[in-house]
């Protein structure tokens, strides 16, 4: 007698193939064609041209690229990001923490009002904000005006995504450590810069990588709120790409890559936490 052959078992593992697939097409693909366009030429053909162009012996590609206007647009992207980054953490962090140590019983639901304006488009809610700045006068005021009001864009934008990991953090911490803390005679503050601070700082970092890295490429923002007054490296390298000049652009944005690729390296942001530790990076 022939054996019957076993009816095929559902494995967790095929669970993953839509998210392998959705990582290819629109993860792996695009990243494949940002290093093609990168290290060719117009003709298809491997070169390093726009590798020596820009890291040339006499350093004159280097800093030609660091010159004027485009040094301008970097340095003006770095204090935008490194401003959003600091008020979204300045109020982020207050946030998270009374939502945290409240005795409401349904949390989430406080949350959830900071998620909610998430839900609406985008661009919707940048034009919103464009309209209040209209009516409050300060809309296309100023060189000064237009920096605050991307800041303003930015903390608005990405004000959630600094929120949710420090909440995820903090929720997580065990109160026994602040109870040990305070029978050992440390008061109330020092107990937070002793205990609860250090214990969420995975969850700061998260934050901090979540919103300093976006604010320096969402030219969406700039873009909108000030008139297109104000650039960003985002735009920059979005002009490469519309002036046809997908080569450099690639190369770029390829740096442009790898230096968030070490900014997430070094602040943990691929360090696998397990569950019963508290960072906040598990939430992304």
Known sequence: ????????RFSRKLLAIPYGLFLGIFVVIPLLIIIYYAFTNDEGRFTMEYVKVFFNEDGEGFWAFFKSYNFKTIMQSLFIS?????VCLLIAYPVAYIIAKSKLKNKSALLLLFIVPMWVNFVLRINALKELLVWIGIFN????????NTILGMVYDFLPFMILPIYTTLIKIDNSYLEAARDLGA??????????LPLSKAGIMSG???VFLPSMTNYVVSNYLTYRNVKIIGKLIDDY?????WHDGSFIALVLLTFMFLVTWLTGGFKASDQNDTRGTSLW
């Open 1 to 8: 007698m022939t054996k019957k052959k076993a009816p095929p």
């Open 82 to 86: 490194v401003m959003s980054t600091i």
């Open 141 to 148: 005021k100023s060189n000064g005006w237009n920096i605050f």
């Open 187 to 196: 008061t109330g503050a020092r107990a937070f810069v002793k205990v609860t």
């Open 208 to 210: 901090v990588s979540m």
């Open 241 to 245: 790409f519309t002036g046809d000049l």
